[in-house]
């Protein structure tokens, strides 16, 4: 049994609702599926071996994406997949759970961060939750490793939700409020690189513009506050094409 087999085995075996699942042939079908089965898994114990494999595997997927280094710079903007930044702390837009997305390979960054990450991640924001006793409000920042993926933090935050796609002044406010506790947490732990992503916007419905002006305003801020202040390079990441057009008209930069 070759390492992907054993890992789907392992994980269908763990839960008697998917031991008639059919396994597919080819490899994507089976990283998928690897994929999707840690995606709906709760956090629990697993085996060293189980974590060795996955461990490994996690590292082939990741070499195959390529890992990026980005240019010393003080303030850019990267187009991609965030998993694939090799820098201090990546930023995790996350549910008030913050276990990670329970959706069978959903397109989200919270899913492709834990998906990334393996399955540790998920298991040290539930002890970080079982502390806590209660979900996370929106607008704080909590800090986990980073496991599998080539960043050595992830930086997990709770953004506002937006039904209307109109924000109220206070929920303008708590977007605000997670880039500030990102920023000083990054501090509090001496990080000197961070990457965000385009927190609450997308699924959470915050407009993309506004969104792009709160985080280039709440991070300009802080530096104006905290000269001292141990970062020393911010990343803006996109995925989309509309929102690497919202950040180079307000930055005045071009894309990295």
Not at 138 to 149: E, F, R, S, V, W
Not at 239 to 248: L, P, Q, S
Request: proline share 6%; aromatic share 8%; net charge negative.
């Amino acid at each position: 049994m070759n390492r992907l087999d054993y890992l789907i085995d392992y994980l269908l075996k763990e839960d008697p609702q998917y031991s008639e699942m059919e396994i597919p042939s080819d490899l994507q079908g089976k990283r998928d599926l690897f994929r999707a089965l840690r995606n709906v898994r709760w956090p629990k114990p697993v085996s060293e071996e189980f974590l060795q494999f996955q461990d490994e595997e996690l590292r082939v997927q990741l070499q195959e994406k390529g890992i990026v280094a980005l240019p010393d710079m003080p303030m850019q903007i990267w187009q991609g997949d965030i998993t694939r930044l090799k820098i201090d702390a990546i930023v995790n837009a996350a549910n008030s759970q913050m276990l990670g997305c329970f959706h069978p390979l959903h397109k989200c960054i919270d899913n492709a961060i834990h998906s990334a990450a393996g399955v540790q991640l998920r298991g040290e924001c539930h002890q970080l939750m079982l502390q806590q006793g209660h979900e996370e409000p929106t607008g704080q920042a909590k800090i986990t490793k980073a496991y599998n993926l080539p960043c050595k933090y992830v930086i997990h935050t709770v953004g506002p939700i937006i039904p209307t796609g109109i924000p109220t002044p206070m929920q303008k406010e708590l977007l605000a409020s997670c880039y500030r506790s990102i920023i000083q947490l990054a501090d509090e732990n001496q990080l000197e690189s961070v990457a965000f992503c385009c927190i609450s916007t997308g699924e959470f419905r915050f407009p993309n513009q506004l969104a792009a002006e709160i985080a280039v305003k709440t991070v300009s801020d802080f530096f104006v506050e905290r000269p001292e202040c141990s970062i020393k390079q911010l990343v803006f990441n996109v995925f989309k094409d509309v929102d690497k057009r919202i950040y180079e008209g307000i930055l005045k930069i071009e894309s990295v």
